[in-house]
């Protein structure tokens, strides 16, 4: 059984920068697959990054080139650097972690992007 405890959301203009971090406990293998999502009010929860098994980055388009998805083995945290943020990146946003069938998700940190 995994737990997940997301961080680092807060405040932010237009145009500043946010890194989230997801702490895991227990061990991050290999194996799993990491995702970020956010669900904005009045939305559906939309995935926004994914790290793959084999390390492969992707991206939802609204957010390519902006947010970078990482993960540190030694720490048991994965990362979004959010960098040129805007007024529509304003939401909860979920850490995931896929182990074999399962999923795990923390309880969600609010970023809110505005002037």
């Known amino acids: 059984q995994l737990q997940l405890v997301e961080s680092g959301g807060g405040l932010v203009q237009p145009g500043g920068s946010l890194r989230l971090s997801c702490a895991v406990s227990?061990?991050?293998?290999?194996?799993?697959?990491m995702n970020w999502y956010r669900q904005a009010p009045g939305k559906q929860r939309e995935w926004v990054a994914g790290?793959?098994?084999?390390?492969?980055?992707n991206y939802a388009g609204s957010v390519q080139s902006r947010f970078t998805i990482s993960r540190d083995k030694v720490k048991n945290t994965v990362y979004l650097q959010m960098n040129s943020l805007k007024v529509e990146d304003t939401a909860v946003y979920y850490c995931?972690?896929?182990?074999?069938?399962?999923?795990?998700w923390g309880q969600g940190t609010q970023v809110t992007v505005s002037s």
């Open positions: 995931n972690v896929i182990r074999g069938s399962r999923d795990y």
């Open positions: 790290l793959t098994t084999g390390g492969t980055t």
């Open positions: 227990g061990n991050i293998f290999s194996g799993d697959g």
